[in-house]
Each structure stands twice: as C-alpha cells, then as structure tokens.
C-alpha cells in the first residue's frame, strides 16, 4: 500500500519506538485520519503533525537518529508543526543526558539525569525501584490545549529510569511525584512533550492524543 503524500500524523521511526502500540492508539482516536509510521524525512517533513517516540537508551537513540538521516528531520519538524514527543522522545530534546553522558539534539535547554539512589524512598522510608514502572497522578503546570478535558490529577502509565530537568520552568506543563516533583510534560510553542506513555494510559492518554490530533500548535 503506498504511503500517503502527506500524513495527518506522521510516527518517526528510528529503530527505538513503541510504533505499534503508538500508531493503534492513533487509529482509534482519529480513525479517519492517515496515520503514517515513517522513516522517510520527506514524509515528516510534508505531514501536518509529528510524533516522536522512543524507549530504551538516549545514547542509541541518537545513534540511530544519526545514521538514519532522521535528526535534523525532528528539529525542523519540532520547529515548525504540531510536534509531539513521548518517553525518551521527550529526553532526546534536551541539551545533554547522563546516561552515557550524551548529547541530545539541544532543542530545549536542560539535562536528563538519573533518579539519584540516595533519593529513592517513599514517605515510609522503603526503597524505591529504578526503573520507574506504573501510574503516577500528573499535576498540569499550565492551561493547554493538550490537557482539554483530562483532570487534574489524572493517572498516566511510566517506564523510566531518567527524567528531565528543563533549565527554565517556563516549558515545565505537567509535574508528578516520584518520589520528588520533577517535570513529566513540557511545552514550548508548536511542542508538547511527555515522560509518560500516553498510548499505554487508557482514556486519559487518549484523550491526550485526540487533542494532538485537532492541535493547531497555537497555545
């Protein structure tokens, strides 16, 4: 079947993404929309919006951005259009990351740093596993079209190890406890970026992704 001229949505791939639970979750909320899972930079670049997802390590992320020809496809495309990032997608617009003490592509300022061990109990004093897997309440830092009709407080599903430190609280949209407060969603312009996995998070991250889907990139 050949891939539409230009996609409604268009999912990067890069080796790296959770494309099939992402691009589903996409059909079911936008069922009339073409969908496109693509590692072709002129398909990102002609379609209406952009999601960038990812899971597994920032230093193979950016390897694989690399040799695909895909990097400077996301930053234009972040630049430009409705642009969404989920999970290391999210990590990977940063300046620079811990784990492998890597470069990210520096589309936000700010670092990705490890939960630090010494932090890592709960109001009880028992320890915390790393990775963190399961569902955290997330607070919204700001209104924004990306949030329409999800509660405050809504439950959203996580599988991290790292988390995002912006270097300015300004793009901070959404923060949860684990078992400090640190940033889950940004925001800035035409881009909305999550930690969470918002295709693994029931109504509330579907409900996400169909506020994508009708976002102009205007807040």
């Not at 230093?59 to 630049?79: H, N, S, Y």
């Not at 811990?98 to 990210?104: A, K, P, V």
């Not at 270097?167 to 035409?190: E, I, L, M």
Request: charged letters at 15%.
């Amino acid at each position: 079947m050949p891939v539409p001229s230009q996609a409604d949505v268009a999912i990067i791939d890069y080796g790296m993404g959770n494309l099939l639970s992402v691009s589903k979750a996409f059909e079911h909320v936008a069922p009339r929309s073409n969908i496109v899972v693509t590692s072709d930079p002129a398909v990102i670049a002609a379609a209406a919006r952009v999601v960038f997802p990812g899971v597994g390590a920032m230093p193979d992320c950016m390897r694989e951005l690399e040799l695909r020809g895909l990097a400077d496809a996301v930053k234009q495309a972040a630049a430009s259009k409705p642009f969404l990032g989920i999970c290391l997608g999210m990590q990977a617009l940063f300046a620079h990351s811990e784990e492998g003490d890597c470069t990210g592509l520096g589309l936000l300022p700010g670092n990705v740093r490890l939960f630090p061990a010494e932090a890592m109990k709960d109001e009880q004093g028992r320890k915390l596993k790393v990775p963190h897997i399961g569902w955290n309440n997330v607070q919204q830092a700001i209104p924004h079209p990306l949030w329409a009709g999800i509660e405050e407080g809504a439950r959203f599903y996580f599988v991290h190890s790292y988390y995002a430190e912006p270097a300015s609280r300004d793009v901070v949209a959404g923060f949860t406890h684990y078992p400090f407060a640190f940033a889950c969603a940004v925001a800035h312009k035409n881009l909305f970026a999550v930690q969470f996995h918002p295709e693994k998070s029931q109504a509330a991250g579907l409900r996400l992704l169909a506020n994508f889907v009708t976002w102009d990139g205007t807040r």
